[in-house]
């Protein structure tokens, strides 16, 4: 299986769905995984596929059935892992998942958010209870919150959607973007290529309630080491022996490994796009392709080295 451009049709709206015409599409490692065949019987749901979830445009045409849309609103929408569609020119999307977006957000700020910010919105409030309106979500401490990979997508996300929680947050990332980390938030910041930085330890000596892991290739014992009685590790890239590891931690500690599938919720990017809009969410941008250059957009995200988000524009 390989990416290629070709024409197609512009795809009809059905009657819960709105038809947008693409400002800014974002890549996530789901995109390639998909067109590699790891994820297959499961996903694609059918070829030709088109890649792409996240997209921010303007809605031109929508379907009978939709309440709270129109033609003329700027937006954003996480389209279906099944139907994808981002990486081309007009997309169908859910109305339940595509929310209005206001000139403060730009497209491309708008269009990196739906995976990358709502999984880490997920993993702090639904797995580390995590309160944004000023609780530090049990016993009155902030909790210590470890966010591997902190200059990616997700995790330069998970940095300042953790401090907006209260949390006191150590990141892991590379050396030149130590200070780009620390600017989003991090009260300490380790260079993974360091022995300190691969053994994971807090300068400050702290262990972690919370690890939110947007790296790959870290055993459980090094994250053992660090972690506090009933402390968690949040896996964004869960695999199946991942999946076995967290079954067999369930039965034998307290210590949990919790593998992260998303479950997008409309209420929560609308509150993400609001917290970029009031300036309180930064997107990162690594770079910026052509519609006609994705090829090249595609193979930066494989190389999984980007900081912040890849965007490709029609």
Same mark, same amino acid.
């Given at each position: 299986?390989?990416?290629?451009?070709?024409?197609?049709?512009?795809?009809?709206?059905?009657?819960?769905?709105?038809?947008?015409?693409?400002?800014?599409?974002?890549?996530?490692?789901?995109?390639?995984?998909?067109?590699?065949?790891?994820?297959?019987?499961?996903?694609?749901?059918?070829?030709?596929?088109?890649?792409?979830?996240?997209?921010?445009?303007?809605?031109?045409?929508?379907?009978?059935?939709?309440?709270?849309?129109?033609?003329?609103?700027?937006?954003?929408?996480?389209?279906?892992?099944?139907?994808?569609?981002?990486?081309?020119?007009?997309?169908?999307?859910?109305?339940?998942?595509?929310?209005?977006?206001?000139?403060?957000?730009?497209?491309?700020?708008?269009?990196?958010?739906?995976?990358?910010?709502?999984?880490?919105?997920?993993?702090?409030?639904?797995?580390?209870?995590?309160?944004?309106?000023?609780?530090?979500?049990?016993?009155?401490?902030?909790?210590?919150?470890?966010?591997?990979?902190?200059?990616?997508?997700?995790?330069?996300?998970?940095?300042?959607?953790?401090?907006?929680?209260?949390?006191?947050?150590?990141?892991?990332?590379?050396?030149?973007? +130590? %200070?780009?980390?620390? #600017? *989003?938030?991090?009260? !300490?910041?380790?260079?993974?290529?360091?022995?300190? /930085?691969? @053994?994971?330890?807090?300068?400050?000596?702290?262990?972690?309630?919370?690890?939110?892991?947007?790296?790959?290739?870290?055993?459980?014992?090094?994250?053992?080491?660090?972690?506090?009685?009933?402390?968690?590790?949040?896996?964004?890239?869960?695999?199946?022996?991942?999946?076995?590891?967290?079954?067999?931690?369930?039965?034998?500690?307290?210590?949990?490994?919790?593998?992260?599938?998303?479950?997008?919720?409309?209420?929560?990017?609308?509150?993400?796009?609001?917290?970029?809009?009031?300036?309180?969410?930064?997107?990162? +941008? %690594?770079?910026?392709? #052509? *519609?006609?250059?994705? !090829?090249?957009?595609?193979?930066?995200?494989?190389? /999984?080295? @980007?900081?912040?988000?890849?965007?490709?524009?029609?």
């Amino acid at each position: 299986m390989s990416a290629q451009h070709v024409e197609v049709p512009i795809p009809a709206p059905k009657e819960k769905q709105v038809l947008i015409k693409v400002e800014a599409t974002s890549l996530n490692p789901i995109d390639w995984k998909t067109q590699k065949g790891i994820l297959w019987p499961i996903l694609p749901g059918k070829f030709p596929h088109i890649p792409s979830t996240d997209v921010a445009g303007k809605i031109v045409e929508v379907g009978a059935e939709v309440k709270t849309l129109k033609e003329g609103d700027n937006v954003v929408a996480k389209l279906t892992n099944t139907d994808g569609g981002g990486l081309a020119e007009f997309a169908v999307a859910e109305e339940r998942l595509t929310v209005v977006r206001t000139p403060e957000v730009s497209a491309a700020e708008g269009a990196s958010l739906p995976v990358a910010a709502l999984s880490a919105h997920q993993a702090l409030t639904q797995l580390a209870a995590i309160n944004f309106h000023g609780s530090t979500g049990g016993g009155g401490q902030p909790k210590n919150i470890l966010v591997t990979a902190a200059s990616g997508g997700v995790g330069h996300y998970a940095v300042q959607l953790a401090k907006l929680g209260n949390a006191h947050v150590t990141a892991t990332c590379g050396a030149r973007n +130590i %200070d780009l980390v620390r #600017s *989003l938030g991090a009260d !300490e910041v380790l260079d993974y290529r360091t022995p300190e /930085g691969a @053994a994971l330890k807090s300068p400050s000596g702290r262990k972690y309630d919370v690890v939110l892991n947007c790296a790959i290739g870290i055993s459980w014992s090094t994250f053992d080491a660090n972690l506090t009685k009933e402390g968690m590790v949040i896996d964004f890239t869960p695999t199946p022996f991942s999946m076995m590891v967290s079954a067999m931690r369930k039965l034998v500690s307290k210590k949990q490994l919790i593998p992260l599938i998303l479950k997008p919720k409309r209420q929560h990017l609308d509150y993400l796009v609001n917290l970029v809009k009031n300036g309180k969410l930064k997107t990162v +941008i %690594d770079s910026k392709y #052509s *519609l006609s250059k994705a !090829e090249f957009a595609w193979e930066k995200s494989i190389d /999984g080295h @980007a900081t912040g988000k890849i965007i490709v524009e029609p």
